[in-house]
């Protein structure tokens, strides 16, 4: 069916679009509908965009990427449909590596999506080979590349798993997570959780990225420093609750 553009729900009804022909095409599981739902419901209580909180979490985000040693950014069948092209662009940007990273994993659908990132611009992409294990999770919900989730010393993930995001802090990473309900598991245990949609994310991210490269080395460690997720968390959710007064 075809959406006007002046509909006033037109941006969300097209990212449903999106998500629903994923499915369609085989790179989004049935549970990624039930997932975007969850997402939509929160982002109509922050106002559909980008909050002033939200922009502190993506710059702190960005200076973590741009300082660390191997960034990786995982994808998975949502996250792809709705901001691929803009991940790659970031990838590209701040030379952060990009792996295919799903909770319902088949060898089809990694081999689906990778061809899918690959098809957007980016010259590699991570996660066919799956040849480490996230200790803590059963197989095949563990398994990684050694080169990319597992050798990473900061990980960005968007819709993820609360049990997935706890055993990747357990191994010592800093977690950066995309996460539209602040009180989701994922947010909670992340070090930076980015309350945004994904796409909005990675676009302002790009942005922040071209900018920040040339900051010096102290100036992101004080970006870094200066962050407190549980206040942030704190202030989004107190933003949440004014909306409803
Ligand atoms: P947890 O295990 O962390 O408590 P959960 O059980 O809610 O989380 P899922 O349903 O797998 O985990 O996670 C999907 C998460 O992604 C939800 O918290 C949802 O709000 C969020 N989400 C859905 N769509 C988007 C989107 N477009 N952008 C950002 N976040 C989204």
Redesign the pocket.
Known sequence: MEIPKSHPRYKSLM?RERVVKGVENGMVVL?GL??????????YLIGEKTTKHALIAEKTAVAHIITAKNPVLSING??AV??GKHIVEFAKITGAKIEVNL?YRTEARVKKLCEFIRSLGAERVLGEVGNAHIPGLEHPRGICSMEGIYRADVVLL??????R?EALKKMGKTVIA????P???????ADVT?V??????YMNMCALAMKMKVYGTKHLEEIKESFDNENNLREILRQICKRFE
């Open positions: 990212k549970e039930i997932a975007h739902g969850r997402g939509e419901a929160f982002d949502n996250t709705l901001a909770f968007a819709l993820e798993d609360g049990d995001t995309i996460d539209l309900n009180l989701s598991r994922t947010a909670r245990t980015i945004d949609d994904v796409e909005r994310a």
